[in-house]
Structure formats: C-alpha cells, structure tokens
C-alpha cells in the first residue's frame, strides 16, 4: 500500500505539471478549464482563438488521460503486484482519492481561489465568481459522496462473485466488456 501513495502522490504532480503547463504563458492558456461563458469573453476580447482553446483542451486531456486511465492501472498490476481484483481496486482507489484530494485541495482551492496567478482580467461581469465558489466549498463532500458511490459498487460487484478465481486483468476485461 506504501506503493500506491507514493504513485499518488505522483500522479498529483503529474496534474500539477500539465497546469502548470497550460497557464506557462498565463492564465489563459488554462481557459478551457473555465465554464463557456468565461471562455467566449475571452474569445471576444481577443486574447485567445476559439481553435486554441479546443487544441489546448485535446492536449491536457491526453496528457492526464494516459496517466489515470493507462500507466496507473499498468503499474498497480505489474509493479505492485496486484493479482485480485480487491487488491488492485484498494490500490486504485488510494491513488486516485490522494490524486482527488490534491487537486481539491491545493489545485482548485488555494491556487485557483487563493492566487491571482488563473485570475483572467476582463471577465468581472460574468456571474461566474459565485458559482465557482459554491463549487470549491461544496468539493470537500464530493469525499464523501465517493464513499457511498465505492459503497454501491462494492455491493454491485458481490453480484459477481463467480468472478473471484479470475485475474485482476481479466476481471478489469470484464468489468469494461459489461459497460460497453
């Protein structure tokens, strides 16, 4: 288990880089992590195109999606060693609640609420401050709400208990063949 903290604590900055990365030239570089509205102001007072923001989007997408959903997975079964299904979902689920919590707590709290460094001038008018705060106070009980969810799963997976004598990767083939 010592493994999986220390792979989330990686992953973290591996977040913390791809966003340090898109606002390297300020904050709007980072825009499309903003709601629309904040994003067509920024269109309009011409400090970014509309095709930037969609490619800068494609980019920090790959660049935490083959981390979370590829490497980490890849590194729980294969350098941790998870063989059962448990293991590696226990082991999954520290990675990313430490990840969740880091980007929470730091990321989205103090850096974007507390910093001026993802502050965009121009878009005071929008009614976007408000909302963003209600967002950020409510994240702390999106723990929580991942709890229950976990909880839910869990009873769901008892469904498939003829599943137990399977590896963890073919039971990951068959947890993803069943939403497909």
Avoid at 16 to 39: A, F, M, R, S, T
Wanted: charge should be positive.
């Amino acid at each position: 288990m010592a493994m999986a903290v220390m792979e989330g604590i990686i992953l973290s900055f591996v977040l913390l880089l791809v966003c340090v990365i898109n606002i390297k030239d300020g904050p709007v570089g980072g825009v499309h992590y903003y709601e629309p509205p904040v994003q067509e102001r920024v269109v309009e007072l011409g400090l970014i195109a509309k095709e930037q923001i969609k490619k800068n989007l494609a980019l920090s997408s790959a660049a935490l999606l083959v981390p979370l959903v590829v490497c980490i997975p890849l590194l729980v079964v294969f350098i941790n060693g998870a063989r059962s299904f448990k293991d590696a979902f226990l082991q999954l689920l520290v990675i990313y609640m430490i990840c969740g919590a880091f980007d929470r707590i730091f990321i989205d709290w103090y850096w974007v609420g507390h910093t001026k460094a993802w502050f965009i001038p121009g878009r005071r008018h929008l009614c976007v401050g408000r909302k963003l705060r209600l967002y950020l106070s409510l994240r702390p009980f999106s723990f929580f709400i991942h709890l229950v969810q976990t909880g839910s799963n869990l009873v769901q997976l008892s469904k498939y208990q003829h599943l137990g004598d399977l590896s963890c990767t073919q039971c990951y083939a068959f947890v993803m063949h069943s939403y497909s």
